[in-house]
T-cell receptor
Framework: GAGVSQSPSNKVTEKGKDVELRCDPI?????LYWYRQRLGQGLEFLIY????????KSGLPSDRFSAERTGESVSTLTIQRTQQEDSAVYLC??????????????FGEGSRLTVL | GQSLEQPSEVTAVEGAIVQINCTYQ??????LSWYQQHDGGAPTFLSY????GLEETGRFSSFLSRSDSYGYLLLQELQMKDSASYFC?????????????FGKGTKLSVKP
């Protein structure tokens, strides 16, 4: 597609439920990133993929969070047993090469998660 | 680890010039990026400095001093539409290279 696509754009769930957030990167982009942004806050790094591999999972807040990427394309971020503190916008970004080379990421519009 | 410091808020008037500073601490360094984010929108890339000096792109310029671990974003001829949050970011040089670490952002308010 023309840009990074994320779905759902909005998700309201009850505490304790599992949620899946999807990201479709720009076609051909080998690197894919997930960030979390709480209201009025900065971007908190969660995980990134180079191809289908995730060299750096250090940002995942807890073992309730997991992510996968298949076919060097779509990625899914899963949050199990959601807590109210998980409420945030989850942003996905992709880049043609690792960001360390160009410093440029292309972001999607995000998935806004609200945990009641 | 990495840390970036930038002012939380800046206010300026239309037509003015504003400078947003960013200081960083990293165990290694590749370059400094700047992003703009309007309320409710996605961050968008503005500029990247890998070498010392000034990079100019229209009304926006970005500066880097590697020896001072310091950079800034300069916005000229401010317009109302420039009201947004601005983030500086550096690459993680740690055990796994590739991810981009962002500062907490500077909220710029442009007044008429």
């Amino acid at each position: 597609g023309a840009g990074v696509s994320q779905s759902p754009s909005n998700k309201v769930t009850e505490k304790g439920k599992d949620v899946e957030l999807r990201c479709d990167p720009i076609s051909g982009h080998t690197a894919l990133y997930w960030y979390r942004q709480r209201l009025g806050q900065g971007l908190e790094f969660l995980i990134y993929f180079q191809g289908n591999s995730a060299p750096d999972k250090s940002g995942l807040p807890s073992d309730r969070f997991s992510a996968e990427r298949t076919g060097e394309s779509v990625s899914t971020l899963t949050i199990q047993r959601t807590q109210q503190e998980d409420s945030a916008v989850y942003l996905c970004a992709s880049s043609l090469r690792l960001a360390l080379v160009t410093g440029e990421l292309f972001f999607g519009e995000g998935s806004r998660l609200t945990v009641l | 680890g990495q840390s970036l410091e930038q002012p939380s808020e800046v206010t300026a008037v239309e037509g003015a010039i504003v400078q947003i500073n960013c200081t960083y601490q990293t165990s290694g360094f590749y370059g400094l990026s700047w992003y703009q984010q309007h309320d409710g929108g996605a961050p968008t890339f503005l500029s990247y400095n890998a070498l010392d000096g000034l990079e100019e792109t229209g009304r926006f310029s970005s500066f880097l001093s590697r020896s001072d671990s310091y950079g800034y974003l300069l916005l000229q001829e401010l317009q109302m539409k420039d009201s947004a949050s601005y983030f500086c970011a550096v690459q993680n040089y740690g055990g796994s290279q590739g991810n981009l670490i962002f500062g907490k952002g500077t909220k710029l308010s442009v007044k008429p």
